[in-house]
């Protein structure tokens, strides 16, 4: 499907983009959501309202663009084709800013907000919530089972609550069909790898990181963040782990024994490890530090680009994110 994406509202609402504040722009923007690294929103205009954009200025030339939106478009149809997971409707558009920036929008069909992983659980009751986990599970399983029975792709994925809709959730009347059907829609990190080589440049992930800060980010951090998703056992630890970011900790000891009981179960063709409390809560600890100590760097290295050095800083980054 190709959605209705307005090239002129974009343009001109990247003319007048206030990254700092985006919802008091001249043609404002409701933040639908914010990652550690990139943020969704709405454009404010009745013909957009149906469309979720992620804004992506983090490329340096043409050819960039252009060998991201193929591995872009490969990556989906890999989930979509070969995993048959379900995704939204999607499409893309880049533009020139005003400065000579190349900007890329992605766009998806927006989903209903609270039918969302993370929104749902503390809609629903945790019984539910652990139903829901466990559909996650059997997702993912999917892509786990595609990488085994062949040898030529490797794909990798962010499994984590947050990037899962229930489709026909109705926020007015909270519950989970007895078939839950999942639509996955995080998408704009395609993770995948051909013979063994990885397809998506890491050093388009250093783009909005503080000048000051690449060369530890890179030695550090780089190869952990384009190796986590591609192993189920670490992915699951991330997912269990993110009830500590959405304030349950108290389901953290059950979602242990749920994955446990799904490796040795229906994931048993697999062969993962089990996991523990100590491996969750370790994982999280560490997580945390990370992208705390890179939010705030951003911000730092925001400041000294706009208020001291009077250049433009053209990424906007979340507020103070809530952690446990």
């Known amino acids: 499907m190709v959605l209705n994406i307005d090239l002129a509202l974009l343009e001109e609402f990247e003319r007048h983009l206030d990254p700092r504040r985006p919802e008091e722009s001249e043609i404002p923007a409701r933040v639908l959501g914010y990652g550690e690294i990139s943020t969704v929103f709405e454009i404010g205009t009745d013909e957009q309202k149906d469309i979720a954009y992620k ?26 084709e070969e995993v048959e997971l379900e995704l939204p409707p999607y499409d893309y558009t880049s533009l020139t800013s005003d400065t000579g920036r190349l900007v890329m929008f992605l766009a998806q069909k927006k989903l209903v907000a609270e039918s969302v992983g993370n929104k749902a659980m503390h809609l629903l009751p945790p019984e539910e ?87 530890l980010v890179r030695w550090l951090f780089l190869e952990d963040v384009m190796t986590r998703y591609y192993d189920f056992r670490l992915v699951a630890i991330d997912l269990v782990g993110n009830f500590y970011k959405e304030q349950l900790p108290e389901m953290i000891p059950e979602l242990v024994d749920m994955a446990n009981d799904f490796f040795t179960g229906e994931a048993e063709e697999l062969g993962i490890a089990p996991i523990t409390i100590k491996d969750v809560k370790s994982y999280y600890r560490e997580d945390a530090l990370i992208w705390t100590l890179y939010l705030s760097m951003r911000k730092f290295d925001r400041f000294l680009r706009t208020k001291i050095l009077r250049k433009e800083y053209p990424y906007i980054l979340p507020g103070k994110i809530k952690r446990y």
């Open 55 to 80: 804004r992506m200025p983090i490329f340096e030339n043409n050819e960039e663009l252009v060998e991201y939106e193929k591995i872009f478009r490969e990556y989906i149809r890999l989930l979509n």
């Open 129 to 215: 919530t652990m139903r829901l986990a466990r559909q996650i599970f059997r997702e993912l399983k999917k892509v786990w089972l595609f990488n085994k029975e062949q040898d030529k792709y490797e794909i990798g994925i962010d499994g984590q609550i947050s990037n899962w809709s229930i489709k026909g959730f109705v926020p007015d009347n909270p519950r989970l069909p007895d078939e839950i059907e999942l639509v996955y829609f995080d998408t704009s990190t395609p993770l995948f790898r051909v013979d063994g080589v990885e397809q998506l440049d890491p050093e388009l992930f250093l783009r909005s990181a503080p000048s000051f800060m690449v060369w």
